[in-house]
């Protein structure tokens, strides 16, 4: 049995993370600024994520960014992995189960209110997208091991059937996995941190999960660009749009996958079938306010295909989507902003004022 993965060991994980990170979607800072920008990059959440604050002097700058590391790998280490044994997510799904269901058994235990105020609006998308969005699917996903090194195998269908079997929130066995959400919540918790401190021209990067605080210094709009699904290894960007003081978040099917027998096996799960979602979308890039919303619509709508994700997000207020079809073409919802003229073409590499 053949199986390749695009990445197989940590090297190449880093770096194609590096490369996600760096294209996806791309910022292009602007000229005039008062200070030069102060830029982290940490690898956190299994991916390169980059905090860069604009218009701030140097010293105050690495001060803030020190807090920001610190957060972020609290929220990876402590609080949402489902492997690092510190993590409140790991406790919990490793706990007794006992006899009740896993939402009786949340409520119940000892559980960090942080932990349980993220779980409940995971819970609360998922009723919103029909089970698109699923916070339930740990047996899952542990099974089709995506993230692993090496990836997969692929499962037999027997034991897609029975991990399946526990992946509701009614089963006692059933396992917590936040990753479809919990970027896009610690991007969030790092904004309001950055903007108490007075922040308010900041690019937060959490491998594509872009959050920006406010506009460039000058006032303009950064210019955020969107990864062409079809462009493999190469990540040129399909279009660049003007945002300011907006969560992007991007799902796609190129992001954590492995090849086996020629078949690609992507790391976004339909719920109902218990494999890889195959709804014809490449990718799903969502505008929104909040970054952990956008988080989950991005995974649910990846699942739910171009026609019902539209119809979900025209129906939130401020909410926009692009939806990328397998075969490249573009959705897009009523006010998802136009493509910039003359920066479509630009390489992952550049940023131009
Ligand atoms: P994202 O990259 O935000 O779309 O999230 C993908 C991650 O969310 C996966 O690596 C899994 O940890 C988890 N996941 C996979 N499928 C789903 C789903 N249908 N609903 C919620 N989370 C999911
Ligand atoms: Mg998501």
Same mark, same amino acid.
């Given at each position: 049995?053949?199986?390749?993965?695009? @990445?197989?060991?940590?090297?190449?994980?880093? @770096? #194609?993370?590096?490369?996600?990170?760096?294209?996806?979607?791309?910022?292009?800072?602007?000229?005039?600024?008062?200070? $030069?920008?102060?830029?982290?990059?940490?690898?956190? #959440?299994?991916?390169?994520?980059?905090?860069?604050?604009?218009?701030?002097?140097?010293?105050?700058?690495?001060?803030?960014? !020190?807090?920001?590391? &610190?957060?972020?790998?609290?929220?990876?280490?402590?609080? #949402?992995? =489902?492997?690092?044994?510190?993590?409140?997510?790991?406790?919990?799904?490793?706990?007794?189960?006992? /006899?009740?269901?896993?939402?009786?058994?949340?409520?119940?235990?000892?559980?960090?209110? &942080?932990? %349980?105020?993220?779980?409940?609006?995971?819970?609360?998308?998922?009723?919103?997208?029909?089970?698109? #969005?699923?916070?339930?699917?740990?047996?899952?996903?542990?099974?089709?091991?995506?993230?692993?090194?090496?990836?997969?195998?692929?499962?037999?269908? $027997?034991?897609?059937?029975?991990?399946?079997?526990?992946?509701?929130? /009614?089963?006692? !066995?059933?396992?917590?996995?936040?990753?479809?959400?919990?970027?896009?919540?610690?991007?969030?918790?790092?904004? $309001?941190?950055?903007?108490?401190?007075?922040?308010?021209?900041?690019?937060?990067? %959490?491998?594509?999960?872009?959050? %920006?605080?406010?506009?460039?210094?000058?006032?303009?709009?950064?210019?955020?660009?969107?990864?062409?699904?079809?462009?493999?290894?190469?990540?040129?960007?399909?279009?660049?749009?003007?945002?300011?003081?907006?969560?992007?978040?991007?799902?796609?099917?190129?992001?954590?996958?492995? &090849?086996?027998?020629?078949?690609?096996?992507?790391?976004?799960? *339909?719920?109902?079938?218990?494999?890889? =979602? *195959?709804?014809?979308?490449?990718?799903?890039?969502?505008?929104?306010?909040?970054?952990?919303?956008? *988080?989950?619509?991005?995974?649910?709508?990846?699942?739910?295909?171009?026609?019902?994700?539209?119809?979900?997000?025209?129906?939130?207020?401020?909410?926009?989507?692009?939806?990328?079809?397998?075969?490249? /073409?573009?959705?897009?919802?009523?006010?998802?902003?136009?493509?910039?003229?003359?920066?479509? @073409?630009?390489?992952?590499?550049?940023?131009?004022?």
């Amino acid at each position: 049995m053949k199986n390749v993965y695009s @990445a197989s060991t940590t090297v190449k994980k880093l @770096a #194609f993370c590096l490369l996600t990170a760096l294209t996806l979607p791309m910022i292009l800072t602007g000229c005039g600024r008062r200070e $030069e920008p102060v830029s982290r990059t940490d690898f956190c #959440f299994d991916t390169v994520v980059s905090v860069t604050l604009y218009d701030i002097p140097r010293k105050d700058g690495e001060r803030l960014l !020190d807090r920001c590391t &610190e957060l972020l790998t609290h929220y990876d280490r402590e609080v #949402f992995s =489902a492997h690092d044994e510190r993590a409140v997510l790991w406790r919990f799904n490793h706990a007794d189960p006992g /006899e009740g269901s896993l939402t009786a058994r949340l409520r119940s235990a000892d559980v960090d209110p &942080e932990f %349980l105020a993220l779980t409940e609006r995971a819970f609360s998308w998922q009723a919103r997208t029909d089970g698109a #969005f699923s916070p339930t699917l740990g047996c899952l996903i542990d099974l089709w091991n995506i993230g692993g090194d090496p990836p997969g195998p692929v499962p037999t269908r $027997e034991a897609v059937a029975e991990a399946l079997s526990h992946s509701s929130p /009614e089963d006692p !066995d059933a396992r917590l996995d936040l990753g479809g959400i919990a970027k896009g919540y610690a991007a969030d918790r790092l904004k $309001e941190y950055l903007t108490g401190e007075g922040v308010t021209s900041a690019v937060i990067n %959490l491998g594509g999960n872009v959050l %920006l605080i406010g506009a460039r210094p000058d006032g303009s709009p950064f210019r955020v660009g969107i990864r062409d699904p079809g462009s493999g290894g190469e990540s040129s960007v399909i279009l660049t749009i003007p945002l300011s003081d907006q969560s992007v978040v991007t799902s796609g099917i190129y992001e954590r996958y492995f &090849e086996e027998d020629g078949v690609r096996y992507h790391h976004i799960l *339909d719920p109902s079938t218990g494999y890889p =979602a *195959d709804s014809g979308l490449s990718s799903v890039t969502i505008l929104s306010a909040d970054s952990a919303d956008g *988080d989950a619509l991005s995974t649910a709508c990846l699942v739910l295909g171009a026609e019902k994700g539209q119809a979900l997000i025209e129906s939130l207020p401020d909410t926009e989507a692009l939806f990328i079809t397998a075969e490249g /073409e573009q959705i897009r919802t009523a006010g998802f902003p136009e493509d910039l003229a003359g920066y479509s @073409a630009l390489t992952p590499s550049r940023s131009r004022d």
